[in-house]
Nanobody, 118 residues
Framework: QVQLVESGGGLVQPGGSLRLSCTAS????????MNWYRQAPGKEREYVAG????????NYIPSMKGRFTISRDNAKNTVYLQMNSLNPGDTAVYYC???????????WGQGTQVTVSS
């Protein structure tokens, strides 16, 4: 059974930090590029960051670069998103996404809520 389980979300004050984790099971993690997306209330889901299957390449949308860092540990089947200098505009549900590099398979997690508020 394929599972992507996110954790690490919560309430944080502006300027604070959070580290999200996404642990995968049920598929060969090292064959999948991993991404983080987010969806704010009333808005469409948007791409945040991505990392290659081997972890040697990362990608961010411009507004995230320098504040967010994506990383992965293939031995632990886990991808991380370190988020610094958070502001209220970062409030959203954050989703983990896996995309196979050898097939069309892709999977989504259930999401974890991040709320930035004083």
């Amino acid at each position: 059974q394929v599972q992507l389980v996110e954790s690490g979300g919560g309430l944080v004050q502006p300027g604070g930090s959070l580290r999200l984790s996404c642990t995968a099971s049920g598929f060969t993690f090292s064959y999948y590029a991993m991404n983080w997306y987010r969806q704010a209330p009333g808005k469409e889901r948007e791409y945040v960051a991505g990392i290659s299957a081997r972890g040697d390449s990362t990608n961010y949308i411009p507004s995230m670069k320098g504040r967010f860092t994506i990383s992965r540990d293939n031995a632990k089947n886990t991808v991380y998103l370190q988020m610094n200098s958070l502001n209220p505009g970062d409030t959203a549900v954050y989703y983990c996404h896996a995309r196979s590099i050898v097939s069309n398979d892709q999977y989504w997690g259930q999401g974890t809520q991040v709320t930035v508020s004083s």
